[in-house]
């Protein structure tokens, strides 16, 4: 059966994540540190973010995670009880502030989602990332009407690699396993994507290349700029109009 249905991760597939992601983790833990060194670096490695180099590393644990994993971890560095609401709920403002002005883009996605829904396709955005943080920066960028909805870890389906989302999606919409895809750049989308049973996709424009991800993946590719011509080729066509 033919594709009809393509989901998206968010960041690492059409944001970059670290030009998003790296500035706002220095600038949320500046704040939760209050100029305490000592507490700055605590923080820093518990999410794995290199303070001397304002980068979060390819091993931490919050790339493919979410704030809501992270929020009681810090809470405890902090001497805070886990699970505390009133801290998860600043943690979540802080970062959503902090990401909505780095948001950037992996080349040019308006013009990809574009064409596939010229195409035919139905797009959403299935994401670790919160459901409000998502749209935000969906909408900053002029990306958020193509999509038919943006689910984040918060909205009530669980989060990657489960497959709540992208079964979310599929019933909210009427679509089968076998026309669905979930195109992403970590493994926890490609094991979301099998739990689901739809196709999976990585692309290699996060943290992962091809050898890593494609043990576990349908398809890999470098980025989305090529999922059209993909689609072609799974589709049995060969030929590809370009975007006008």
Not at 76 to 86: H, I, K, T
Not at 153 to 167: F, I, L, N, T
Not at 179 to 205: F, K, N, P, Q, Y
């Amino acid at each position: 059966m033919q594709l009809r249905a393509l989901l998206f991760d968010k960041d690492g597939t059409f944001l970059d994540f670290a030009k998003t992601w790296n500035a706002a983790t220095g600038e949320v833990i500046a704040a939760l540190s209050e100029g305490d060194s000592g507490m700055a670096r605590r923080l820093a490695k518990i999410v794995g973010y290199d303070l001397d180099r304002s980068v979060l590393l390819p091993t931490s644990p919050f790339v493919g995670s979410s704030v809501g994993e992270l929020s009681p971890l810090w809470a405890a560095a902090l001497g805070m009880p886990a699970g505390d609401a009133s801290f998860d709920e600043r943690l979540r403002s802080l970062f959503h502030e902090a990401t909505l002005h780095a948001a950037t883009p992996i080349g040019e996605p308006a013009l990809i989602f574009e064409a596939l829904r010229a195409d035919g396709y139905r797009l959403g955005v299935i994401t670790n990332d919160s459901e409000l943080g998502a749209k935000a920066q969906c909408e900053r960028l002029g990306l958020a009407h193509w999509f038919d909805a943006i689910l984040g870890y918060d909205s009530g389906h669980g989060r990657k690699p489960e497959a709540g989302q992208v079964v979310a999606f599929m019933e909210r919409f009427g679509f089968q396993p076998e026309e669905t895809a979930l195109i992403g750049d970590t493994l926890h989308d490609m094991h979301a994507a099998r739990a689901a049973g739809v196709v999976g996709i990585g692309v290699e424009s996060g943290f992962m290349l091809a050898n890593q991800l494609g043990p576990y993946a349908d398809h890999v590719i470098s980025d989305i700029s090529q999922l059209r011509q993909l689609l072609k080729e799974m589709d049995g066509h060969t030929e590809l109009v370009s975007p006008g």
